[in-house]
């Protein structure tokens, strides 16, 4: 059984810097990509930073430049360093993996719980 953890959220100031983990665990054939997605109240889910399996990255608008992900193939675990937090960055911040198990002959989609993230003065 495949488990995603996030770690990392917190109660930050404008223009702080935050760093959320997410560690994928289990029987895992092969990830094909993670990434990060967020959900503020009242709003949909959108995604923030994603990161596959041959390194190809994409970023949100809204965090270019601010936010980094990385990845550790090793730990099966991605990272997202947040930089020069701003108000609107508040939400809950979801882990998401495309992956393979091994009893599996196709990918899935895997979802974290969550870690909130909070940007306030």
């Known amino acids: 059984q495949v488990q995603l953890v996030e770690s990392g959220g917190d109660l930050v100031q404008p223009g702080g810097s935050l760093r959320l983990s997410c560690a994928a665990s289990?029987?895992?054939?092969?990830?094909?990509?993670m990434g990060w997605y967020r959900q503020a109240p009242g709003k949909e889910r959108e995604l923030v930073a994603r990161i596959t399996s041959d390194s190809r990255i994409n970023y949100a608008d809204s965090v270019q430049g601010r936010f980094t992900i990385s990845r550790d193939n090793a730990k099966n675990t991605v990272h997202l360093q947040m930089n020069s937090l701003k108000f609107e960055d508040t939400a809950v911040y979801y882990c998401?993996?495309?992956?393979?198990?091994?009893?599996?002959?196709?990918?899935?989609?895997?979802w974290g719980q969550g870690t909130q993230v909070t940007v306030a003065s």
């Open positions: 998401n993996a495309v992956l393979r198990e091994r009893i599996w002959s196709t990918s899935n989609n895997y």
């Open positions: 289990g029987s895992i054939f092969s990830i094909n990509a």
